[in-house]
T-cell receptor, first 109, second 115 residues
């Protein structure tokens, strides 16, 4: 079966750095997405990785290792507004998105 | 504002009611999706439409009936629902189905409660 694993919840301190991991087992691979979802709001796109390596976008970076079936989202200089759920999703061989259950990130002052 | 709107935002219905959820996208996209989001569970893809044609139905019970009259509008007709159908129903759109890096744009969702 197809499976995406990510931690259920993480806590970090304002101003710090946090890494949210995602491991996957899917039928084929056509890219990995990260989305952010604030409570009661729509998920919004953060990043897309299809090749191995690190993609940096401001305070957020996303890393992919296809051989290990592994990705992480790195958030730097954490702000209170970064408190949200972070969803990992993998596009399989049929271009269907397989979603993880999300990681709830709590930022403390 | 993501360019995808959904109405109503909240809906409470009995098991014998019939209701419809509406989604509209103003992005000029050709693919539209219905997802179910339950607490602490992954997003479940329900239906996909590409250029107004239904391309996927992920074993969704027949009490959920989608309709896509044009590439900007998507409906989800509900009838004889069960309490376990209570969830957040999200609509999304993308430029096309199966196009690699195309991100999906989500609406704010309809919070459905079935009594």
């Amino acid at each position: 079966g197809q499976n995406i694993d990510q931690p259920t919840e993480m806590t970090a301190t304002e101003g710090a750095i946090v890494q949210i991991n995602c491991t996957y087992q899917t039928s084929g691979f056509n890219g990995l997405f990260w989305y952010q979802q604030h409570a009661g709001e729509a998920p919004t796109f953060l990043s897309y990785n299809v090749l191995d390596g690190l993609e940096e976008k401001g305070r957020f970076s996303s890393f992919l290792s296809r051989s290990k079936g592994y990705s992480y989202l790195l958030l730097k200089e954490l702000q209170m507004k970064d408190s949200a759920s972070y969803l990992c999703a993998v596009q399989d061989s049929n271009y269907q998105l397989i979603w993880g259950a999300g990681t709830k990130l709590i930022i403390k002052p | 504002e993501t360019g995808v709107t959904q109405t109503p935002r909240h809906l409470v219905m009995g098991m014998t009611n019939k209701k419809s959820l509406k989604c509209e996208q103003h992005l000029g996209h050709n693919a539209m999706y219905w997802y179910k989001q339950s607490a602490k569970k992954p997003l479940e893809l329900m239906f996909v439409y590409n250029f107004k044609e239904q391309t996927e139905n992920n074993s969704v019970p027949s009490r959920f009936s989608p309709e896509c009259p044009n590439s900007s509008h998507l409906f989800l007709h509900l009838h004889t629902l069960q309490p376990e159908d209570s969830a957040l129903y999200l609509c999304a759109s993308s430029q096309e189905r199966a196009s690699g890096s195309d991100e999906q744009f989500f609406g704010p969702g309809t919070r459905l409660t079935v009594l």
